[in-house]
């Protein structure tokens, strides 16, 4: 290959182009960004860069010295708009055509919206968006209203009650986390954010903002009203992959990819817009965590440059969550699964480790302030190891 294109510069992106010139890519490499920054990492913007503990320049992943050593072509501003695949030309919003030989496609996801736009309502997602939010909660609204008690929503609600500031926190299940964790799971996560003074509304959805030239309050689908400064929203994420729909490619919930991450040939997908089959759980997935976007990354650029070789990327899916001095960290897909356990601690001191099996196997281990035992239940998901035998194992 003379020239392969990379779009999306995020952290998916950036791995794979890395990966690339580590193993040997000397070509052309275009690495194609619709945000005007540099690749930065997100898991702090709900955290540290919200919080005003961390300025942006913490958050880069690469310098400016370390992107012209990587040797790129650098198009960061300017959004991919077309995928010819049989000609593998990607075309640019500025009007430019990239002829190359090999595409990743690693575009990411977008917040989904509320309503109309709002002055006072946010999303949190890039730099930008933590940029504006911090800026709004640093003039010391009265209430933040945040819409989801996913991992965004829990994260800015804490980081929100951490700065004084009163949060209620909306969520259409019974309890935060419950579509991942199961129900008593979520409710434990439920009384922390309780025990820190989050105003819970729980089993009830949106139903409209409040307010003309700025947000006011949040209409409930139960009829309530919550009074509001600042409202964010975070409600899940679309893969972006409208840029593709004239493509040929299954981009139905993100980008269709075979087991080795190839979606067409010479055109690979990684990251938070890839869905493939993973063989280790016998499941088709779309991965929303900074460490798939990583390994997934570097994967697709081997699959890329070396095919079938590189063989099937078949991961046990990890992430962690931090809200107020709780550690957080799911292991494994909890997908169908029929068992649970409580393997060490216990829920009433909230630092414990679970783990969860599906039909006699463990295939997932969640952890409270316990990464060791994490890490090592891990293990024996990757090693598909009986749920049985789980329980017993010591470390």
């Not at 008593?184 to 959805?205: Q, T, Y």
């Not at 840029?243 to 075979?258: K, P």
């Not at 029929?338 to 909230?350: A, L, M, W």
């Amino acid at each position: 290959m003379k020239a392969i294109a990379v779009v999306g510069a995020s952290l998916a992106g950036l791995r794979a182009a890395e990966a690339l010139r580590r193993d040997g890519f000397d070509g052309q490499l275009h690495l194609i960004g619709d945000e005007p920054h540099r690749p930065y990492d997100r898991p702090p913007l709900s955290k540290q860069v919200l919080a005003g503990e961390w300025d942006s320049d913490r958050t880069w992943l690469i310098s400016p010295e370390q992107l012209d050593d990587l040797g790129v072509h650098a198009h960061f501003g300017v959004r991919a708009t077309g995928l010819d695949v049989a000609g593998t030309t990607v075309t640019l919003a500025s009007g430019d055509a990239l002829a190359v030989d090999g595409v990743v496609i690693a575009t990411g996801a977008r917040c989904r919206t509320l309503g109309d736009p709002l002055p006072g309502v946010f999303t949190l997602r890039g730099l930008d968006d933590a940029l504006a939010l911090r800026a709004a909660l640093e003039r010391s609204p009265q209430r933040v209203v945040v819409i989801g008690a996913g991992f965004i929503g829990a994260e800015v609600a804490a980081t929100a009650r951490e700065l004084g500031i009163e949060v209620t926190m909306v969520e259409m299940a019974a309890a935060p986390f419950e579509r991942s964790l199961g129900a008593d799971m979520g409710a434990v996560l439920a009384e922390i954010h309780r025990d820190h003074g989050v105003d819970l509304r729980l089993g009830v959805g949106w139903a409209g903002f409040v307010g003309n030239d700025a947000v006011e309050g949040v209409a409930l689908t139960n009829g309530t009203t919550i009074a509001a400064d600042v409202v964010v929203v975070g409600v899940g994420v679309t893969p972006n992959t409208e840029w593709l729909a004239s493509s040929g490619l299954d981009v139905t919930n993100g980008v269709l990819c075979d087991e080795t991450s190839l979606a067409a040939p010479n055109v690979v997908a990684a990251g938070d817009v890839a869905r493939w089959p993973n063989a280790h759980f016998g499941d088709v997935m779309r991965v929303e965590h900074w460490d798939n976007a990583t390994t997934q990354g570097v994967h697709a650029a081997k699959r890329l440059l070396h095919g079938d070789s590189a063989g099937a990327y078949a991961p046990t899916p990890w992430f962690w969550s931090d809200q107020y001095d709780r550690k957080l960290q799911l292991a494994g897909r909890t997908t169908g699964a029929d068992s649970f356990q409580i393997v060490d601690g216990d829920i009433e001191s909230r630092r414990f480790a679970a783990i969860y099996g599906r039909a006699g196997q463990i295939v997932a281990v969640l952890g409270m302030n316990r990464p060791r035992h994490v890490m090592r239940y891990r293990g024996l998901i990757d090693s598909q190891t009986s749920f049985s035998d789980a329980l017993v194992a010591e470390f």
